[in-house]
């Protein structure tokens, strides 16, 4: 089983629709990532967290320490927000990051 | 601030070749990471340098080998290239070693095919 899980792996919606997307881990952390890459390859760094909930335009992050889960929320989407969301968690054992596979989400227009 | 700089942006080469590829972090940054991103296997973790010095290093074989100058610009090296070393290579700075609560800033990769 990987240490960082994602859900769900592929996910389309249209345009306006909420979108949730979950990332689970199995180890210790001091910090979780989660990370926007486009088809030309850049990963942009969205948030970082350690407790509770973050808010940047459209996009909320929130993680529960206790139950080692993180959901990232994209309100009112539009197709520019089409890309993969990468969960990535600092493992506190020895602070390497560790990458879920991804969530590769495409809004039609 | 300029952001992180990869070069070269595309590379070609064939099995048995090495090749180097070179990372400049955004100024005032002290910490490198390397990642391999592949389609099949995701992000992996190549190695981490903080002011010169190599901190942490993934599960990779010894032909993948980096360093850090005293500028902090970092350079990847691998070896003896294999057909599945075609990958993204991506690196990352950040201000303070991995120890530290702080955000990496990405590059826009390396694509190198070998053939």
């Known amino acids: 089983k990987n240490e960082v899980e994602q859900s769900p792996q592929n996910l389309t919606a249209q345009e306006g629709e909420f979108i949730t997307i979950n990332c689970s881990y199995s180890?210790?952390?001091?910090?979780l990532h989660w990370l926007q890459q486009h088809p030309g390859g850049g990963i942009v760094s969205l948030f970082m967290l350690s407790s509770g909930k973050k808010k940047h335009g459209r996009l909320i992050a929130t993680i529960n320490i206790q139950e080692k889960h993180s959901s990232l929320h994209i309100t009112a989407s539009h197709p520019r927000d089409s890309a993969v969301y990468i969960c990535?968690?600092?493992?506190?054992?020895?602070?390497?990051?560790?990458w879920g596979a991804g969530t590769k989400l495409i809004i039609k227009p | 601030k300029a952001g992180v700089t990869q070069t070269p942006r595309y590379l070609i080469k064939t099995r048995g070749q090495q090749v180097t590829l070179s990372c400049s972090p955004i100024s005032g940054h002290r910490s490198v990471s390397w990642y391999q991103q592949t389609p099949g296997q995701g992000l992996q973790f190549l190695f981490e340098?903080?002011?010169?010095?190599?901190?942490n290093k993934g599960n990779f074989p010894g032909r993948f080998s980096g360093r850090q100058f005293s500028n902090s610009r970092s350079e990847m090296n691998v070896s003896t290239l294999e057909l599945g070393d075609s990958a993204l290579y991506l690196c990352a700075s950040s201000l303070r070693s991995s120890g530290n609560y702080n955000e990496q800033f990405f590059g826009p990769g390396t694509r190198l095919t070998v053939l």
């Open positions: 180890v210790g952390i001091s910090a």
């Open positions: 990535a968690v600092r493992a506190d054992s020895n602070y390497q990051l560790i």
């Open positions: 340098y903080f002011s010169e010095t190599q901190r």
